[in-house]
Every structure is written in structure tokens, then in C-alpha cells.
């Protein structure tokens, strides 16, 4: 079993929904990352949290919003997606941000 | 940025059979990871590897820096062990991020 926690595994939305994603990991990880992957690729950064900071953002669009409540939680929240942004959404976690990476088990996402 | 290329792209064996991935990267790097996707989009961790030789049952990888690759062998392949394998590597002052190859996709037929 994964140590890295995602809820809801799968995720069914309207272009106007709003809704989040959620991670938590209790390993003592003080780095946190969102990825998207499509089908038949590889998994693409979206953003990282450093000791509860955003460091990165991968020039992702305004409709998905980042928010790291505290050490252990990273959430993503959705907000006026297209069809094109249905895709695997794979949180993972690091010691810091030069460790090696955990990834959750994701949560797939539909938006209609 | 750098670029990861992994070979090959697809791989079919026969259950019992052994096999060897590799992975190229373009530039020096501080970490590299080898990670298995299973068919459910499971991402597991496999190897931590940025140098030398380490060993985890029926897998073991090495990495030699500086020749800039890495390689996956796979013993006496399951089906269990199908699904695609991913090598991703870290550059430091690149800003510590996960670069992912295209990855190879494996089918262990029994």
C-alpha cells in the first residue's frame, strides 16, 4: 500500500463544477507535488510545495488551484476545466526537494 | 532542460524470460529514480540510483554517471511485472525537477 493518500480515486465533473482533489501523507515529507499524465505518457509537473511554500508552478492555468493547509495535506482544487484536462492526477511526496518522490495511487479524472 | 530517452519503447517476453531497459540522459545529473507504473496507474517507486548498482529481488539497476545511463535488468519476468517503467532523473540547478523518459512499455505474457 502506498504511504501517500489520494482521494477521490476517480472523479466524474461538468465544465462548471468545482470540486478537489485531495493528498496527505504522514511520512514527515516537507516536499509535495501535483502531476498530471495523460494516457500512454509520462507524468508532467504541475506544481511543488517546499516546507509549505509553492516553489513551483509549471505555468499550469488559473482554473486549478494549489493549496498546502500544512505539512501533511496538499490539496487541488478544480474549478471551470475542459475535456482536455481529464487526465491522471498523481500527488507525490519527497523529504525534500532533492529526495526521492512517492507517488499516490491518483485519482483519475473525468470532466464532461 | 534535460532530455531522458529510454529504450525501448515496447518489449513482449514470455513469462521466465530476462530483460534490460535502459535509460540516457543528456547531462550530468544529482538523482535518478526507475519507477513501474502498473496497468491500474499505480506509480511504485523501485530504485533510487543516481550511481552504481543496487539490487530488490528479481530487479536490479545501475546507473553509471559518468557515461550518463541507466539500466533495469528484469529476471525471470512475471506477468505481474507488466506495465510500464519509467526513468526520471533530478538536476539540482535545474530547479529539482522530476524529468520523466517516455518510458518502456513491458507485456509479460504467460
Known amino acids: 500500500d502506498t504511504e501517500v493518500t489520494q482521494t477521490p480515486k476517480h472523479l466524474v465533473m461538468g465544465m462548471t463544477n468545482k470540486k478537489s482533489l485531495k493528498c496527505e501523507q504522514h511520512?514527515?515529507?516537507?516536499?509535495m507535488y501535483w502531476y498530471k499524465q495523460k494516457a500512454k505518457k509520462p507524468p508532467e509537473l504541475m506544481f511543488v510545495y517546499s516546507y509549505e511554500k509553492l516553489s513551483i508552478n509549471e505555468s499550469v492555468p488559473s482554473r486549478f488551484s494549489p493549496e498546502c493547509p500544512n505539512s501533511s495535506l496538499l490539496n487541488l482544487h478544480l474549478h471551470a476545466l475542459q475535456p482536455e484536462d481529464s487526465a491522471l492526477y498523481l500527488c507525490?511526496?519527497?523529504?525534500?526537494?532533492?529526495?526521492?518522490?512517492?507517488f499516490g495511487n491518483g485519482t483519475r479524472l473525468t470532466v464532461t | 532542460g534535460i532530455q531522458v530517452e529510454q529504450s525501448p519503447p515496447d518489449l513482449i517476453l514470455q513469462e521466465g524470460a530476462n530483460s534490460t531497459l535502459r535509460c540516457n540522459f543528456s547531462?550530468?545529473?544529482?538523482?535518478l529514480q526507475w519507477f513501474h507504473q502498473n496497468p491500474w496507474g499505480q506509480l511504485i517507486n523501485l530504485f533510487y540510483?543516481?550511481?552504481g548498482t543496487k539490487q530488490n529481488g528479481r530487479l536490479s539497476a545501475t546507473t553509471v554517471a559518468t557515461e550518463r545511463y541507466s539500466l533495469l535488468y528484469i529476471s525471470s519476468s512475471q506477468t505481474t511485472d507488466s506495465g510500464v517503467y519509467f526513468c526520471?532523473?533530478?538536476?539540482?540547478?535545474?530547479?529539482?525537477?522530476?524529468?520523466f523518459g517516455e518510458g518502456t512499455q513491458l507485456t509479460v505474457n504467460p
Open positions: 540510483i543516481p550511481s
Open positions: 507525490a511526496s519527497s523529504q525534500d526537494s532533492g529526495s526521492p518522490l512517492h
Open positions: 511520512m514527515g515529507h516537507r516536499a
Open positions: 526520471a532523473v533530478v538536476k539540482w540547478s535545474s530547479g529539482s525537477r522530476l524529468t
Open positions: 547531462d550530468s545529473v544529482n538523482n
